[in-house]
C-alpha cells in the first residue's frame, strides 16, 4: 500500500510539472514585480522542499524528478542546453553507502542468527570472516589518568571482543570517557589488544543502539564488526563461553548523480557563471544534526532550495536583459552534500572552457535574509575589483558583510580553483534547522529573498562594462568554515571526488605547512608520521595526534613516484 501511495504521489508530482510547464509557457516576458517573483519562489520551494521530494538525495529517484523540475523550468523560459551533446544533463558517478552482500552471517555456538533482526554489521567494519572465542570486555575504554581500565585480566588476543556501546554512568560529560562515544575510538583499543573481530552490544535501554545505515565516509577497520540484538545479544549474556563465526559481507555501489545546465548565447568573448546546488540530505542519513530514533525527511528548503530557485529566477531575468557583452552559464548541482561532487565534477570536465569564463557567482542558502544578520558575501578576496562593485551597486536597504576567502565550504570553491573569481551569496546558517527535518518552506523570508535576487541582479549588471574581471588569491585564513577536532592543518584543499587509496590534494594554500613542505596538488597523501591515510577520515585521525610545532615525516604520491615530506606544523 505505501508504495502505490509513493507512486501515486511521484505521476501526481510529475503531472504537476507538466501543469506548470503549460502555464509559464504561455508568458514570454515573465513579471518582474516583487509580489510576482515572490509567488514564483514560494510555489517552487515549497515542491522541491515537499515531502514528496524526500530530501533530494544525490543518487535518488527524488533528485531525478527534482533534477527534471529544474529542466523544464529551462525550457519554459526558452534557454538552450549547456551541455555540448544537446542536453540539460550533465552525469558524474560516486561510490554510494555500503550494501549488504550475499554473505553475512552469524552464528554462536551452534545458534544461527537473522541478519537485521539479531545483528548487523556496522560502517567500521571490514569484509571477511572470523571465527573465535567472545570475551566481554566491559566498556572496552582504557583511562590512565582515571586508573580505568576496561581490558584489566581481560586477554582478547586472537579473540573477539564484545563490547557495551555506552560509557560508564556518570562518565558521560567527561572528556576523557565521551570521546569513546564514538565507537571507531574502542575499535582502534580492542585492536592494538589483538582482538580479530568485535561485537557491540547495548545493555543501557536509555542509550541508542548504533546506526544500522552504513556511513559512505566511516573508514573501515581491519577486521569484521557487527552489532548483536534480540537473541543474539542474550545468548551473549547468558552464556558463559561462546565460539562465534561472523563473517561481514559488504559492498559499495557505483551511483550516478546530475548536474542541470543552461545556457544563453550572446555570441560574447566571456561567460558569466551562476550556480547553486539543488540536492539536500535525503532522510539525513549522512551529515545531519538530527539525532532522534525515529528517521525523518530533511527537506531543505533553505538548503538549498532557495539557492536553486534563485539560479532559475538571475535565468528569467536575463532571458530578457539588454546586457549582452557576456553570455550567460547557468548551473545547478548535485552532490554537494556529498563533498561538492557535481561542481567539481563539472570543474574537472571539458564540458565548457572554462578560460573563457568571466567569473562565478554561487547561491547557498538565500532564505533567511534579516538585518541582524543581513547577507554574506564570501569570496571578495578573489578579485581585486569586488569591493569596489558592491561599494558602488546600489542596495536599498540591503545589510551586506564581506568574507574575503573564496574557500567557504560550498561550490563557488571548485571554481576558485581553477584561479576564477568568485562570489558567494549567502544569508547565513539558521543553526537551529541546518541539516535537520526542520529546513522548511515555510520558514523562509520570500520577500527578502527577492530582495538578494534583485541585488545580484544589479552587481551583475554593474560587470558588464568592465570587461574581464581579474583573479586574486584571497586570504584563505578562513578555510572551510567551519572548526575542527583537531589542532593542526596540513594547509590543503583535500579532493573530495577522489576515490582511491589516500587523500589527493585539490590545492595547497600559500605559506602554508604543505606549501613550505613542497607537497603541491594532485599529491596523495598516504602516511602522516606511523599513521596510514586511507581516505578524508584517517586522514583527519592522523592530524589529530600532532600539535603545533611537531614535526612529521607525510609520505606522498606523485605520479608513479613516493615521496617523503618532512612537515613542520
Known amino acids: 500500500m505505501k508504495k502505490n501511495i509513493i507512486r501515486f504521489q511521484t505521476l501526481t508530482l510529475l503531472a504537476f510539472f507538466v501543469f506548470v510547464s503549460n502555464l509559464f509557457s504561455q508568458k514570454t516576458y515573465p513579471d518582474q514585480s516583487d509580489s510576482s517573483i515572490v509567488h514564483r519562489i514560494k510555489k517552487d520551494i515549497y515542491l522541491l522542499a515537499s515531502d514528496s521530494l524526500q530530501g533530494r538525495e544525490t543518487g535518488t529517484k527524488y533528485e531525478i524528478i527534482a533534477r527534471d523540475y529544474i529542466v523544464s523550468h529551462y525550457k519554459e523560459i526558452g534557454i538552450a542546453p549547456a551541455f555540448k551533446d ?102 582502534d583499543t580492542a585492536l592494538a589488544k589483538g582482538a580479530i573481530g568485535i561485537v557491540f552490544i547495548n545493555s543501557d535501554k536509555s542509550f541508542p543502539d548504533p546506526s544500522t545505515y552504513l556511513d559512505s565516509r566511516a573508514t573501515p577497520s581491519s577486521v569484521p564488526v557487527i552489532f548483536a540484538a534480540q537473541m543474539a545479544y542474550k545468548l551473549i549474556m547468558d552464556g558463559t563461553k561462546n565460539i562465534a563465526s561472523i563473517n561481514v559481507d559488504l559492498v559499495k555501489e557505483n551511483k550516478t548523480g546530475y548536474n542541470v545546465g543552461a545556457f544563453i548565447d550572446n555570441k560574447a568573448p566571456t561567460t558569466i557563471v551562476f550556480g547553486g546546488h539543488y540536492d539536500h540530505l535525503g532522510w539525513g542519513k549522512e551529515n545531519s544534526f538530527y539525532h532522534g530514533d525515529k528517521p525523518m525527511i530533511h527537506p531543505g528548503a533553505d538548503d538549498n532550495a532557495s539557492g536553486t530557485i534563485a539560479v532559475v529566477e538571475l535565468a528569467r531575468y536575463f532571458k530578457n536583459s539588454a546586457n549582452k557583452k557576456n553570455n550567460y552559464l547557468f548551473l545547478n548541482f548535485s552532490g554537494e552534500e556529498k563533498g561538492l561532487l557535481g561542481s567539481s565534477w563539472f570543474t574537472k570536465s571539458e564540458a565548457y572552457n ?216
Open 86 to 187: 544537446g542536453s540539460y544533463l550533465q552525469a558524474f558517478t560516486f561510490k554510494g553507502a555500503p550494501v549488504y552482500g550475499d554473505s553475512n552471517f552469524l552464528k554462536i555456538n551452534s545458534k544461527i542468527f537473522k541478519l537485521q533482526k539479531d545483528f548487523y554489521p556496522l560502517s567500521y567494519s571490514a569484509s571477511g570472516k572470523v571465527k573465535g572465542e567472545l570475551v566481554k570486555v566491559g566498556y572496552g575504554i582504557v583511562v590512565p589518568q582515571k586508573n580505568y581500565n576496561d581490558y584489566l585480566n581481560k586477554d582478547v588476543e586472537g579473540k573477539i571482543a564484545v563490547i557495551e556501546t555506552g560509557v560508564p554512568k556518570g562518565t558521560i560529560s567527561d572528556s576523557l570517557y565521551a570521546k569513546y562515544l564514538q565507537l571507531d575510538k574502542k575499535i
Open 354 to 569: 572554462l578560460s573563457t569564463v568571466d567569473y562565478m557567482f554561487n547561491f547557498d542558502m538565500l532564505g533567511k535574509y534579516d538585518s541582524t544578520q543581513g547577507l554574506i558575501i564570501f569570496g571578495t578576496g578573489t578579485s581585486s575589483l569586488w569591493d569596489t562593485i558592491i561599494a558602488t551597486t546600489p542596495r536599498q536597504n540591503l545589510k551586506i558583510k564581506k568574507v574575503k576567502s573564496g574557500l567557504e565550504g560550498s561550490d563557488q570553491m571548485s571554481f576558485y580553483l581553477k584561479n576564477l573569481p568568485v562570489l558567494f551569496f549567502n544569508t547565513g546558517a539558521d543553526l537551529e534547522n541546518y541539516h535537520l527535518p526542520s529546513d522548511k518552506a515555510y520558514k523562509l523570508n520570500y520577500p527578502g529573498e527577492v530582495q538578494v535576487i534583485k541585488y545580484i541582479e544589479r552587481i551583475a549588471e554593474r560587470t558588464d562594462s568592465l570587461g574581464k574581471i581579474p583573479f586574486t588569491k584571497s586570504s584563505d585564513s578562513a578555510g572551510m568554515g567551519g572548526k575542527h577536532s583537531y589542532s593542526v592543518t596540513l594547509g590543503v584543499v583535500p579532493d573530495m571526488t577522489f576515490d582511491g587509496k589516500g587523500m589527493r590534494v585539490e590545492a595547497v594554500k600559500d605559506g602554508k605547512t604543505a606549501f613550505k613542505a613542497g607537497i603541491k596538488a594532485g599529491d596523495i597523501v598516504l602516511k602522516i608520521g606511523d599513521n596510514e591515510v586511507l581516505e578524508m577520515k584517517t586522514y583527519m585521525k592522523a592530524l589529530g595526534k600532532y600539535h603545533k610545532g611537531d614535526k612529521a615525516m607525510v609520505t606522498i604520491k606523485r605520479g608513479e613516484e613516493t615521496l617523503v615530506k618532512e612537515v613542520v606544523f
